[in-house]
């Protein structure tokens, strides 16, 4: 990608500091910026879902990861080309970019007030150009290999808890992901709301993928996943993100850790590794806070029974007199193992993920062998 900042002359400094004198504003920022998006151009008010709340709040984060890293050429363009990617599935064409561009040099003018220069202007916009470019490219050669996304048809549904269901869906093209990861999903009941979720199962033959939702509360698109979906219901799915892969080359032992529906991409890799000639040691700790929770735990037995390199641990934290272990995962991690010698993958809520980071560095385990997906950002 072409250098967005730094070697391209533009002055990172001043860039940075008129974001944060125009992130001071808050919430009006977002606003101010969509306001003037859609005024100028209502047509693009199609690409957005009804409810602006979340997006106001993505619209900065994505600005304020851009403008930080700016220096730090090769990381960002990573970003950007997922970004570009990504955007395809809304139906963003390259023709919106300069609408974009017009709105957010607007907004930049009205809050940095009497700071705004002619210099400040020029920078800003050649630092969009850059952006965009990146982007438009990305989406571009995307649109030579894969669809922007893939319909698919749910055919089975089960609902494990009143807030917990899995189901499995068909999708009528083959969808290439690596196990671990995690693909957007929409559905017609929720209009252009996108979420994360990871599958449960390497890819088959048959097309058919499993996922494992929790409703979450205020999470539009949860509330459908889980308790409105029906066997015929079709659905939209994203290409595949994520960078929470198993890495067999290392050689070592696995430890697993999954808190609630963090459990879907672990059983995935779990189902990659049955397929390897002479696979690890796989320890699976699969925690919630009540029994209910582990609504997995009867089909995780079953394939430990079949794989006895597989020790599945259920852990409840909040349940006295249940099976398993007692506690939350990162105490039971620092009692029950010396886990310095493996692989570490870690999926849940946020809170959880972050407990087990910590624990298991202070118990030695060097942080370049511990792999995250941190369920946190599923739902707004």
Known sequence: MSPPAGRSGLDVQRLQESFAHMTMHGDAVPLFFYSDL??????????????????RDRLVDALGRIVSDVEHVDALGEYLQGLGREHRKFGAIAEYYPYVRASLIATLAHFNGPAWTPELAADWKAAYDLVAQVMIGAAAEDAGVRPAFWEATVIAHELRRFDIATFRVATTEPLHYLPGQSVSMGSAERPRIWRFYSPANVPRDDLTIDF??????GGALSMVLTRGLAV????????????????????????LVAGSTGLAPLKAIAEQISGLPDPPRVHLLFGARTTDGLYDLTDLEKMAARHPWLTVVPVVSDEP??????????EVLARSGN???????????????????????????PRSQIYLEDFGWSEP
Do not use: K, N
């Not at 799915?237 to 290392?250: A, F, K």
């Open 321 to 330: 007199g249940c099976p398993g272990e007692r506690g939350m995962l990162h």
């Open 212 to 217: 494992h939702v929790r409703m979450i509360d």
């Open 38 to 55: 859609f005024l100028r151009h209502p047509e693009t008010r199609d690409l957005f879902p009804v409810s602006m709340a979340a997006q």
């Open 232 to 255: 015929g219901a079709r659905l939209r799915i994203g290409s595949p993100v994520g960078m929470l892969t198993y890495e067999p080359e290392t050689g070592r032992d696995v430890l």
């Open 339 to 365: 886990w310095r010698g493996h692989d570490v993958y870690a999926s849940g809520p946020t809170p959880m993920v972050e407990a087990t980071v910590t624990q298991l560095m202070a118990l030695g385990v």
